[in-house]
Each structure stands twice: as structure tokens, then as C-alpha cells.
């Protein structure tokens, strides 16, 4: 480890809360709907589309007119999404003249697009055209961003409001999130991506001469290369914003031409943790207390930083059993050192770590290294950041409401402990809402190791692994801990694009979404409706550092519990073999 390295990971934890403090205060005026100069100018725009749709945005419904709205939004979406993949044969803006995609693969990739997951089994620039692309991937990117952002603004109303079913409306949440927030950061991220050298072109992919000719093994020589082109830097923008993490090229960030400059990653890692970072900012002020807001952010940040650490302490010791191969991996002025296979010269081990830890805290799943080719304990904080369900900073939205969830569950915990009826806000946890919370916190585990359990037995999905041992099963779970998660990023050295993963990976999405925006919003409903119970002498304040240290102890106990088993025949009992011989 260097100083530079370390102040690396100080500068992101030091830029971001000043990011997300502004962020966060305009959201909350986006969605308490208030008047201001942006509305102003963009709100002919938002009338139009409501009138198109028929929506009425000032009548509010209640948690059940609200899902039941969300899962027709979404439904249609997949089946949409799917539609345009098996079409795209025949579909304009194709100049390399793709086929359509295989059944099996577009079911998977529109589930992924529309759940936020964006797992991609596929080479993006060899698979799918511009059109694909664009309207497909993109359009999905903005929508199932603001499906989340809707869903927690919706969860935050539920737990503020008292006396009352209204929480919203869906419809309303959903155009303002692309509108007033997504739209604009995505066209300023784009430029500025744009200045950084990242592609944005209809120009069709190009052959050029290679300076250095090959030969295949028959003697064949290759003297020339294609170049893949087209409009990548509006997919980059928002695939970072909206935490989606799908790429326009097949190696997603680590290609020069999605993230050229160290510049251009360090805006790419803002990205992805700005917008979940500013809704702790606007819980608080459509909470009325911010201390609410910071508590739960640094929370997070906590997490995310501590474990960005470990996994950049993991990767600059480099691995030991190259060391007898007389490789140098002790860093200096000419050598980057530690362990650098799969990571690109430009960014070097820190930034690596760095993208690692937030790609898997956030569910945005965009890689700028080969996370298969970390180090047994690099791997396994990648896999222990998504088990924690993603709480971390998580996914647009859906960190928030993961995170208030485990707020509640400790909040719960601690009332219990000290012989005090629990309550959060104001509002009492009874018996509906720790039953509503157990299912959030239960069904994501339940559903990654029964899935990794299923294809470690499965002849069909085990023929899948190339890496035998205890590094091929940390590839099957990471798999689907990542699907579990909504995440979308991958160990190589796993053929993902089978019947078997293809299927049971789009179920697992499906599953990891919306079995958990249900109870979600019920949970937000059944709050909505409790009155509101005055603080007194004995009410556990939830905005301490006490309460902080808490909740970050209740989370990881939970990810501890559930995960550990798994986690000892995989990257621990790995990283045992490798310090051992």
C-alpha cells in the first residue's frame, strides 16, 4: 500500500458527501413538489407526458395501487425490451448486421435491463446493434433507475407521513426521477465524458492496420484489427447514475474507449455514489431532522471505505505464489506492484480496489478490472459488499430502502434489549412490520444459496465452470450473489450463457427485485398509517453515533450469519491454499 493509493480512496470519501449534500436537498424538492427554477423550465415537458399517459400526478394511492402500477410499468417493460432484442435483425441503426438474439438470452438481458441488474452474458459490441443499444439498453437504464428512486421516495413518505394510506404517485415519482434528475446529470456526465475521450459515434466499427502482425497457430497472419464503435458515452453516463453497470463493450469499464482517462473513472465512481448518497440527504430533509440523513450516510460510508481499504491492503500484497517465478510486485517509481493481473496499467491496484468495492456496494456492477482475477480476500469483499444486500450507498433507491429496513430491525433489536416498546420516528415497530422486515432480510439469502446449491449439483450448470476447486464454486456464487442482488458484475471463467444460467438467472432477478418492492411498500404502508408517538426521556435516539455503530454491527452480523459457510468453501479456503503452499 502507498500514500497515493490511500489518498486516492480519501479524496472519493471526502468529494462524496460534498456531492450529495446539494443532490440530496434538490431530490427532496423534486419530490415534495415544490416550486423552483428547474420545474419552471422543464415543467410544459412533464405535463405533456401525463397527458399522454392519462395520469393524474396530484391523486395520490396507496402502497397496493402503487405496486400493482409498478409491476404493470416493469412487466411491460420486459416484454418490450424482449421483443426489440429478437427483432433486431430487422430493426434499423444495425450496421455490423447482428442476428437476433437467442431466446433464452434476450428472456435474461430484458429481465436483467428492466430489474436494474444488468448481467450480461453476451459480448456487448459483437451481440447488439445501435438500435438495441440505445432504445433497448438505455432507454431501460433511466427507467428501472427511477423505478428505484420512485419506490424509496415512496418508502420515505410511508415513514414520515402518519394517520393516513396516501404515499404518493408512482407514475409522478417515475417521470420526475428521469425528468428532473437523471436526464440532466446523464447530459452533463456525457459531455464531460465525451472530453475525456470516450466514444459517441453512429459510425460502424473500423478495421485497421496492426503495427505488430500475429499468426494463428496454422501459420495464418492477422495484420489487421476491428475496432468497435458507436454511441457509448450516453450508455456510460447513465449506466454510473443510475447504478445499472451494463457496458456498451463486453470488458464494460476497463475498455479506453468507456473509461479512457483516470480523470473520466474517478467521475465514473462519483457517479454511481452520488445519487444513492444525496437520498440519504433528502430522507432527512423530507424527515424534518437531517442528523436522520447523516447518520444513515456515514453508515455507509463507513462500509464502503473500510472495505475499500481491506480489499486495497488484499491486492498490494500481491500473491504469493509468484513470488518463486522472480516477479517483482513491490511497488516503486517504475513498478505499480502488488497483484496486477486483470487490472489496466491506467489505474493501477488502488483505483481497482477502489471501483471494485463501490461497483458491488451500489448494485451498479460496472467493472474496470477482471474481478476474477483479484486475490482470494479481493474477491471475497467483493462478494461480502453484495451479501450485505447492497445497504452499502446500494443501488439508486433501492440502498435507501434497504438501509431504513435494517434501521428498523436494529431500532427493533435495541428496544428489546433495553425493555422499551421499539419505535422508529415516532412510529412503533409492532408485529406486521418486524414480519415484513424478516422477509427483506431473509428472501435475498434464501434465494443465493438455494441457487448456488442448485447449480454446484446440476452436471449441466457445473460443466460451466472452467476453474475446478474452491475458486470454481466462488464463481457459481458470485454469480448468483450478484443476481440476488440486482448487481450485474461477474468472476470470469464462468459460461453464464447457457439454457440453465440464462433462466435461473433471470428468475433470481426477477425474484431479488420485485419479491422485495412488494413487501417493501407494504411495509411503507403499514407505517404510513400509525400515529405519530411523542419522544420522551426513554426513546432511543437513532441519530447518535451509538446508533450508527449499532446498525453497522447488526448488518454485518446479519451478512455474517447467512453467508459465512458459503464464504469458508470459496475465497477463504482459497486464500488458505494459496499462503499455504
Known amino acids: 500500500m502507498t500514500v497515493i493509493g490511500l489518498l486516492q480512496i480519501i479524496l472519493f470519501a471526502g468529494v462524496l458527501p460534498l456531492v450529495a449534500w446539494p443532490l440530496g436537498v434538490y ?3 423534486v419530490y415534495s413538489g415544490e416550486d423552483f427554477w428547474m420545474r419552471r423550465v422543464l415543467g410544459p415537458v412533464e405535463r405533456f407526458f401525463y397527458r399522454v399517459a392519462g395520469v393524474d400526478p396530484l391523486r395520490e394511492m396507496d402502497w397496493k395501487e402503487n405496486t400493482l402500477a409498478l409491476l404493470i410499468f416493469n412487466g411491460l417493460g420486459i416484454l418490450l425490451l424482449y421483443a426489440l432484442l429478437r427483432l433486431q435483425d430487422i430493426l434499423p441503426l444495425n450496421p455490423q448486421q447482428f442476428g437476433a438474439v437467442p431466446p433464452d438470452l434476450s428472456f435474461n438481458t430484458a429481465v436483467s435491463f428492466v430489474t436494474n441488474t444488468n448481467w450480461q452474458a453476451y459480448g456487448g459490441e459483437t451481440t447488439l446493434s445501435y438500435f438495441a443499444q440505445m432504445l433497448g439498453l438505455t432507454v431501460q437504464n433511466f427507467l428501472s433507475a427511477a423505478t428505484g428512486m420512485a419506490v424509496a421516495v415512496l418508502f420515505v413518505r410511508g415513514v414520515v407521513r402518519h394517520s393516513t394510506t396516501l404515499l404518493g404517485n408512482f ?44 499468426a494463428t497457430p496454422d501459420g495464418q497472419v492477422i495484420d489487421h484489427q476491428t475496432i468497435a464503435m458507436g454511441p457509448v458515452a450516453s450508455q456510460v453516463a447513465i449506466k454510473h447514475l443510475g447504478t445499472n453497470g451494463g457496458g456498451f463493450f463486453n470488458v464494460n469499464s476497463a475498455h479506453p474507449f468507456e473509461d479512457p482517462t483516470p480523470l473520466a473513472d474517478f467521475l465514473l465512481v462519483l457517479a454511481e455514489t452520488a445519487l444513492s448518497a444525496g437520498l440519504c440527504v433528502t ?36 500473491n504469493p505464489q509468484v513470488d518463486t517465478a522472480t516477479v517483482d510486485q513491490i511497488a516503486s ?83 428489546l434489549l433495553v ?16 414480519k415484513m422486515v424478516s422477509l427483506l432480510i431473509l428472501i435475498m439469502p434464501v434465494l443465493v444459496l438455494g441457487a448456488t446449491a442448485l447449480a454446484a449439483v446440476l452436471p449441466s450448470a457445473a460443466s460451466s465452470v472452467f476453474n475446478p476447486g474452491a475458486h470454481g464454486f466462488s464463481e457459481i456464487l458470485y454469480a448468483f450473489t450478484s443476481q440476488g442482488n440486482n448487481n450485474g458484475s461477474a468472476f470470469a471463467g464462468l459460461n453464464a450463457n447457457t439454457p440453465f444460467f440464462n433462466i435461473a438467472g433471470a428468475i433470481a432477478m426477477l425474484i431479488a427485485r420485485f419479491w422485495l418492492i412488494v413487501p417493501t411498500l407494504a411495509l411503507s404502508g403499514s407505517l404510513a398509517k400509525k400515529k405519530t408517538v411523542p419522544s420522551g426521556a426513554g426513546t432511543l435516539p437513532t441519530h447518535t453515533l451509538l446508533f450508527t455503530v449499532w446498525l453497522i454491527s447488526v448488518i454485518l452480523l446479519v451478512g455474517a450469519l447467512n453467508f459465512v459457510p458459503a464464504l469458508a468453501l470459496g475465497p477463504i479456503v482459497e486464500h488458505l491454499q494459496m499462503v499455504g503452499k
Open 171 to 214: 407514475w409522478a415519482d417515475v417521470v420526475r426521477s428521469v425528468l428532473y434528475v437523471l436526464l440532466p446529470l446523464s447530459i452533463l456526465l456525457s459531455v464531460a465524458l465525451v472530453g475525456q475521450g470516450v466514444v459517441q459515434t453512429f459510425a460502424p466499427s473500423k478495421s485497421v492496420q496492426m503495427i505488430a502482425p500475429a
Open 419 to 434: 425493555g422499551r416498546t421499539p419505535e422508529y420516528l415516532g412510529k412503533k415497530i409492532e408485529s406486521f412490520e418486524m
Open 27 to 29: 431530490m427532496a424538492r
Open 283 to 318: 430522507f432527512g430533509r423530507m424527515a424534518k431532522d437531517m442528523r436522520q440523513g447523516w447518520a444513515l450516510l456515514a453508515a455507509m460510508m463507513i462500509i464502503v471505505v473500510s472495505s475499500a481499504c481491506v480489499a486495497y491492503w488484499a491486492e498490494a500484497g500481491g
Open 333 to 415: 517509481s517504475t513498478n505499480p506492484g502488488g497483484n496486477m493481473e486483470g487490472k489496466e496499467v491506467r489505474f493501477g491496484v488502488p483505483r481497482s480496489a477502489l471501483f471494485s468495492v463501490v461497483t458491488t456496494a451500489t448494485s451498479c456492477g460496472a467493472v474496470n478490472s477482471m474481478h476474477d482475477s483479484f486475490t482470494p480476500i479481493g474477491g471475497l469483499v467483493q462478494l461480502v459488499m453484495m451479501q450485505l444486500g447492497e445497504v452499502a450507498l446500494g443501488g439508486v433507491g433501492s440502498g435507501l430502502y434497504g438501509m431504513l429496513v435494517f434501521v428498523l430491525a436494529s431500532a427493533f433489536v435495541a428496544g
